[in-house]
């Protein structure tokens, strides 16, 4: 597979190319907040993706090679998923079911990353044949046949024949007509280029009789050849002529899904433990899809443009709470979106570069270590697909780096701003103002089946929201003024692959965030362990299993009036006193290299860190068509 596919694999399975948390998140007490929505998430892993994570979709061979791989193929970066040493003309971008699990992967570049279509025909590459000049340096031939041994004395005398790089034939087993037809056909093409290039006369009558002889032996073979050398010819024709770039590629991810909740009882405002509202969604039938166009000017760089649409949002509103989101949301109510649009190219060998003005974050930008990203084939659920601090800045715009300082040891780095793109007040956007983060992840592999990541991100918020996307996103009581905060965030990925059928793994975050007008601070926590079960029933199925604790206060030491977790009495200091767990199984069957369907049960307990909430029930069905 090249390394641009690689790519791609992230940027169309490991997810979306767009923050997770690209949707409003709702404060207790209301449904909506003044925050803009700047992007819609897709897919990874893939992303990305995508990865193209991440972009997200892709993958995937249809397995997961991912699990098997040896660490450094399976979390592709920004580096290795840029083609190298390639013409962007011949350069190819096959996109088969992604390279993880999932892939995610990835995201590397673009978290969540589906599977295209090959735009010309694969066979064997001539460049492993090399040129002999004697059938004895072919070990593994033992011909026993007139026609074998007069075959030998044309080779020896005139060099025309080719062997593998292990100085083999073509394996153990006996050469059949056709092979020996090809063979024979680099031949008679030798000696005639003999012929014409001197007027003497180099070849012997013996030679010219047995070449006689072994035309007429095989005359209906070689005639074959020419046809389909004719064959080819045509196709290749067909495809210049009717291709759709000679720089670029198209991949394509749509998902159907169904998906519904149950009904619970809502305590809202968290002081005598009695609910006070019924949360309660409908079972939806909903679409996502999205576009990614791969560009590659120099065969050293590729340009990323995403688009996406769909029309399924987030249930946050309606159970009044966010633990119940889904991977594939993506609610631009059918209007098409650039979800993705940024460039990486190559400062050095080992160092990449990837700058854009979407898609860029650290979730589309650090290499992927969880191996069930993916929106459309990793964890079905919001808070399975990374660590939620690497969402913290909802980011969409900037510059990122991965350093390749090793086989085993890398760096990414991120700066990345919410709206970038808005000129009017440096307090709410802009670059440098309004909502940005920057951050870094050092990637380890100490062992071939030992994956590493650990984070740090630091996020500038002009208001009280954290911008995790999951769990306890609001950081002061929704009856206090709003202030700015300055969060530091750190945690770490971890992934085992114990065999090719089972992998394990987890991660834990760590933020504190203190406001810039106030005394004190809140911090949070969140964890999460997994089980992979790559190739479960049979070869490219996965199954998934995650249990886990979503974003929760566990401090928070504010002026009276402004602490979140007591909000409903007082607003006193104190985190939250009761804890929320997610339990989630999935299991996504490949029916061929195009389908997957993934049915996935996500069950989270004393949703909103509260035991006076029901126990919150989702259901979904998803259906992903890779292309």
Known sequence: MSDLSLLMLGVLTAGQTSPPNNLPEPPVVQSDTEIQQIKTENLSEISPP???????????????????????????????KIPQNTSSQDSQIPVETPPEISPAVQLPISPESPAAPEFSDTAESDDQMSQVTSVSQLDDVQPNDWAFSALQSLVERYGCIAGNSNSKYLGNSAVNRYEFAHSLNICLNQIQELIAKTQSNTISQADLDQIQRLQSAFQKELQEIAQRVDVLENKNIELKAHQFSTTTRLFGQAIFSLQGTNTTNVDLFPRDGVPERQGKTNLTFTNSVQLTLATSFTGKDLLITGLSAGNLGSNASLISHNMGRLSFESNTENRVVINDLSYRFLLADNLGVVVGSTGVNAATTFRGINPLEGSGDGAISQFGQRNPILNIGNGTGGIGFDWEISDRISLQGVYSSEIPSFPGNANLAGLFGGRYSAGAQLTLAPTDNLDVGVHYIYSHSPNDLLGTGIGDAQLISPFAPTTAFNTHAVGATVAWRLNDNLQLGGWGGFSTSKPANLSGSVETT???????????????????????????ITASNLPDGYNFPNFSNGGTPGGRSDTSLHVELFYRAQLNDRLSLTPGLLVVFNPDHNAANDTLIVGALRAAFRF
């Open 526 to 552: 969140n964890w999460m362990v997994f089980a992979a079960l790559p190739n479960l029933g049979k070869a490219g199925n996965l199954g998934g299993i995650l249990v886990g604790q979503p974003p929760k």
């Open 50 to 80: 995508a990865e193209i994570t991440p972009p997200e979709f892709m993958p995937p061979d249809s397995t997961s090679e991912a699990m098997t791989a040896p660490v450094n193929q399976q979390y592709q970066n920004l580096l290795n």
